[in-house]
């Protein structure tokens, strides 16, 4: 069994990080193009299950079909509501070749939706069809990579709780390669510029159409070679880098524009999660408080197990 709050680490673990990444573009066209658009792109996340990253049930004529990438088992499987079950190993195959066998596997299951295309939000996006190159694997480590993922679920899951205006579910989104979780203040926001590598502005702009306070998590890359948390708001409110920000580890990455805490800090605190939650409700303040959000209206307290929020209580206090 892997220990919770696994040790990450970018540097060594990057080649297969990158294949990771590379097959999960490849499973993210299905439902790109099986499931009507919904706001903010999220119908395309990947959710983090306990054996791995699945997507959500896209439609076909013979019902509902869902992809798992199967991390304890490193395999890729497509079940259907006709009872269709089936897979293929991960193996470190090229792209190419990944693509080939879930195309087939798809259409075995009988769902028809094209996946060809290249990958988004990467600075070199070779189609899938073209890109044979040896690809890094191991077994190990993408067990390990979930877990991370499964803890910081867990701990964005429970932050989820606290708000009660629109929230985002905790999802991977498999273009950027992160896990992010996302409040809504209510209002639209400025025109967002766009910029991101293959990926369409009109996209972009969806997503941030209305005003943020967004946190994840990722891997490495991006100019923070490790992996880290990251919160930002957007549009910035003034003055947003000065803010006070927890845990001490934290810090404001000027590059990026997003405040950032390391994952290897989080690790080897006394209570990760605890340390988590106060980076996300700081951060989060953070922006809330820059941009005049109304908190009152927003807020509620954290859930409890089996307890639900008592509005009464609320109402007369």
């Avoid at 892997?2 to 673990?13: G, I, M, Q, S, V």
């Avoid at 658009?37 to 119908?43: G, I, L, P």
């Avoid at 959710?47 to 869902?66: H, I, T, W």
Wanted: charged share 25%.
């Amino acid at each position: 069994m892997t220990e919770r709050w696994p040790k990450l680490d970018f540097e060594a673990d990057r080649p297969v990080i990158e294949s990771l990444h590379a097959y999960l573009q490849v499973v993210g066209k299905l439902p790109t193009r099986a499931l009507p658009w919904c706001n903010h792109s999220w119908h395309v996340a990947l959710r983090v299950v306990p054996r791995g990253f699945r997507s959500y049930p896209v439609f076909f004529p013979g019902g509902e079909a869902e992809i798992m990438v199967d991390c304890l088992s490193s395999a890729v499987a497509v079940e259907t509501s006709s009872g269709f079950a089936d897979g293929f190993e991960i193996t470190g195959q090229s792209v190419a070749r990944f693509h080939e066998q879930l195309a087939a596997l798809l259409s075995l299951a009988g769902v028809d939706t094209d996946i060809s295309g290249a990958p988004n939000e990467v600075e070199e996006a070779i189609p899938f069809a073209k890109d044979r190159r040896e690809r890094a694997w191991d077994e190990a480590l993408l067990s390990r990579i979930h877990r991370a993922f499964s803890d910081v679920n867990r701990v964005f899951e429970t932050f989820r709780t606290g708000f009660v205006g629109k929230s985002s579910p905790s999802h991977l989104f498999w273009g950027s390669f992160d896990l992010a979780v996302t409040r809504f203040s209510g209002r639209e926001a400025p025109l967002h510029p766009g910029g991101f590598p293959n990926l369409s502005d009109a996209v972009t702009r969806e997503a941030y159409s209305h005003e943020v306070a967004s946190a994840g998590f990722w891997l490495g890359g991006g100019g923070v070679d490790e992996a880290a948390f990251y919160a930002y708001g957007y549009p910035t409110p003034d003055g947003l880098a000065d803010s006070p920000i927890e845990p001490d580890a934290a810090y404001w990455h000027g590059d990026l524009g997003e405040f950032v805490l390391p994952y290897a800090a989080l690790r080897e605190s006394a209570d990760p999660e605890a340390a988590l939650l106060r980076f996300l409700e700081s951060s989060y303040a953070a922006v809330a408080k820059g941009a005049a959000w109304e908190r009152a209206m927003l807020e509620i307290p954290r859930g409890g197990f089996g307890e639900p929020y008592d509005v009464a209580a609320r109402r007369d206090g």
